[in-house]
Every structure is written in structure tokens, then in C-alpha cells.
């Protein structure tokens, strides 16, 4: 799918024909796609798929703008008189998905506000960041360990975790695109869930832990006492009733006259 001709190489008027640009750009969406499916998980998208993102967008620029060797604008041509709209539509999901994943947020950008192929510095950052976590872990995980507390990990790999966890933490107000909240959201399970290295929360989970389960105990407690009383009370009513009944009993057989 990737093999054909280079769709990366703008048309210029005297070369262009319509329906070549209509290849193209069939082509060139084609290839995104296949690209977004492929880096869907873990999510690369943007990373990934640039080039082929901005290939999208050449091509449908050409169509807006370049004529054919008649004269006739591709845009009339290709896309006025397209009344499923095609190629808008394709165009549509190409942007919209790369919209949806935030990927303008990882690249510097040009004058006129469109991606380009170099990543931002914050982006760079934090894939150093990422990678010196990796690469800690990587180096000191003992497999003995592979569903408990890895504690030599999580001593010497702290440092490398929490410089990078604070500098996502410190860029929220700008986010990141996708590619990066999804290496985030795995690294932070790997810490927590596949390492448990987040120590420093046992102590207050417990705490929670208990004081719920006490308060969850408390109307149980209350229940059983109440029945409890409720029970001894009326044990209590019934022996003094018998009692009662026989001294009446008694009082009666005394009143009785001798024949």
C-alpha cells in the first residue's frame, strides 16, 4: 500500500492533471489510515503518522488550488461536482482524527499554524524523561518478583518516575497530544499496578480501608444490639409474667375453704 508512487511530491500547474490528483489523494488518505490503525495501540498516531498526515494535506491543498492543463480549476472539477462529497469526506476523517488525538500539541508548528515534522521541546523532554524511566526499570527489575513489591526498582527508579510524573503533571495547563496521555496512563499502571511502588499510599489506603469498613459495621452493631435488648427485655416481661401467674396461682389455692 505504501509502495507506489511518491505522494509526497506537489504538482505544479504545467504537470497537473485532475485526476491524477484525484489518485493521489486516494492514495495518500489510504496510507494514513493503514498508519492510524497500525499505531492504534499503544497509541503512536502522531508520531507515527505525521508524514503521511501532511501528505494528506498537501494533496487536498493541490486540489483546492491547482488547474488542469485546460485551464479548468480540480477543485470544479473534483469536488464541486462530487455530489457524495469523497473526497471532503476523506479529508474530513483524516483531520478529525488527528484533531481528536491532539497531535498539533507534540509538533512545532509553522507561520501559518500547521504541524510540522519536528517535535516540540516539552514533547522531546518528556521522552527523555520516559525513556530514563524505562530504562531504569528494564535494568533493575528482578523477574522474582513478577506480581509483588519489586523493592529495588522501586528505590532506585523513584527519582527517574517522579522527575517525569511532575513534569506531565506541570504541563496539564497545555496538554499533550495522545500519544503522550497514553504512554502516561501505561506508565503510571506499570508503577502503581505492575510494581506496586507506590508505597507512600499504602499507609493511607489502609486507614481509609478500615474507617470504612467500620462505619459499613456500624448500623450491623447497632441492629444485633438493639435485637439483643429487645430479646433480654422481652425474656425479662415473660418470666415476670409466669411468676406473677404463680403467685396468683398460689394466692388462690390459700383462699380456698377446706371441705
Given at each position: 500500500?505504501?509502495?507506489?508512487?511518491?505522494?509526497?511530491?506537489?504538482?505544479?500547474?504545467?504537470?497537473?492533471?485532475?485526476?491524477?490528483?484525484?489518485?493521489?489523494?486516494?492514495?495518500?488518505?489510504?496510507?494514513?489510515?493503514?498508519?492510524?490503525?497500525?499505531?492504534?495501540?499503544?497509541?503512536?498516531?502522531?508520531?507515527?503518522?505525521?508524514?503521511?498526515?501532511?501528505s494528506v494535506?498537501?494533496?487536498?491543498?493541490?486540489?483546492?488550488?491547482?488547474?488542469?492543463?485546460?485551464?479548468?480549476?480540480?477543485?470544479?472539477?473534483?469536488?464541486?461536482?462530487?455530489?457524495?462529497?469523497?473526497?471532503?469526506?476523506?479529508?474530513?476523517?483524516?483531520?478529525?482524527?488527528?484533531?481528536?488525538?491532539?497531535?498539533?500539541?507534540?509538533?512545532?508548528?509553522?507561520?501559518?499554524?500547521?504541524?510540522?515534522?519536528?517535535?516540540?521541546?516539552?514533547?522531546?523532554?518528556?521522552?527523555?524523561?520516559?525513556?530514563?524511566?524505562?530504562?531504569?526499570?528494564?535494568?533493575?527489575h528482578?523477574?522474582?518478583?513478577?506480581?509483588?513489591?519489586?523493592?529495588?526498582?522501586?528505590?532506585?527508579?523513584k527519582?527517574?518516575?517522579?522527575?517525569?510524573?511532575?513534569?506531565?503533571?506541570?504541563?496539564?495547563?497545555?496538554?499533550?497530544?495522545?500519544?503522550?496521555?497514553?504512554?502516561?496512563?501505561?506508565?503510571?499502571?506499570?508503577?502503581?499496578?505492575?510494581?506496586?511502588?507506590?508505597?507512600?499510599?499504602?499507609?493511607?489506603?489502609?486507614?481509609?480501608?478500615?474507617?470504612?469498613?467500620?462505619?459499613?459495621?456500624?448500623?450491623?452493631?447497632?441492629?444485633?444490639?438493639?435485637y439483643?435488648?429487645?430479646?433480654?427485655?422481652?425474656?425479662?416481661?415473660?418470666?415476670?409474667?409466669?411468676?406473677?401467674?404463680h403467685?396468683n396461682?398460689?394466692?388462690?389455692?390459700?383462699?380456698?375453704?377446706?371441705?
Amino acid at each position: 500500500m505504501e509502495g507506489s508512487a511518491n505522494p509526497d511530491t506537489r504538482m505544479t500547474k504545467d504537470d497537473n492533471h485532475c485526476e491524477e490528483l484525484l489518485e493521489s489523494f486516494a492514495l495518500v488518505s489510504a496510507n494514513y489510515t493503514f498508519c492510524a490503525i497500525r499505531f492504534a495501540r499503544p497509541i503512536r498516531l502522531c508520531q507515527f503518522c505525521v508524514e503521511k498526515y501532511l501528505s494528506v494535506e498537501s494533496v487536498h491543498s493541490d486540489i483546492l488550488t491547482l488547474e488542469d492543463e485546460e485551464g479548468e480549476q480540480c477543485k470544479a472539477k473534483l469536488l464541486n461536482l462530487d455530489r457524495l462529497q469523497v473526497v471532503e469526506a476523506g479529508f474530513n476523517y483524516v483531520t478529525g482524527l488527528w484533531q481528536r488525538a491532539s497531535c498539533n500539541k507534540c509538533f512545532e508548528t509553522d507561520s501559518q499554524g500547521n504541524p510540522t515534522k519536528e517535535l516540540n521541546e516539552k514533547t522531546k523532554k518528556i521522552l527523555q524523561l520516559s525513556n530514563d524511566t524505562q530504562t531504569c526499570i528494564e535494568e533493575h527489575h528482578n523477574d522474582t518478583y513478577p506480581a509483588f513489591y519489586d523493592p529495588e526498582v522501586c528505590t532506585v527508579c523513584k527519582k527517574y518516575y517522579v522527575e517525569l510524573n511532575s513534569f506531565y503533571d506541570s504541563q496539564k495547563e497545555d496538554g499533550f497530544c495522545m500519544d503522550i496521555v497514553d504512554m502516561m496512563n501505561t506508565t503510571r499502571s506499570q508503577w502503581s499496578t505492575g510494581l506496586r511502588c507506590c508505597v507512600d499510599r499504602k499507609q493511607p489506603e489502609w486507614v481509609f480501608l478500615v474507617s470504612t469498613a467500620v462505619f459499613t459495621c456500624l448500623p450491623l452493631v447497632f441492629y444485633l444490639a438493639a435485637y439483643m435488648f429487645v430479646t433480654s427485655k422481652e425474656q425479662t416481661v415473660l418470666r415476670q409474667s409466669r411468676l406473677q401467674e404463680h403467685i396468683n396461682s398460689a394466692t388462690s389455692s390459700n383462699m380456698m375453704c377446706p371441705d
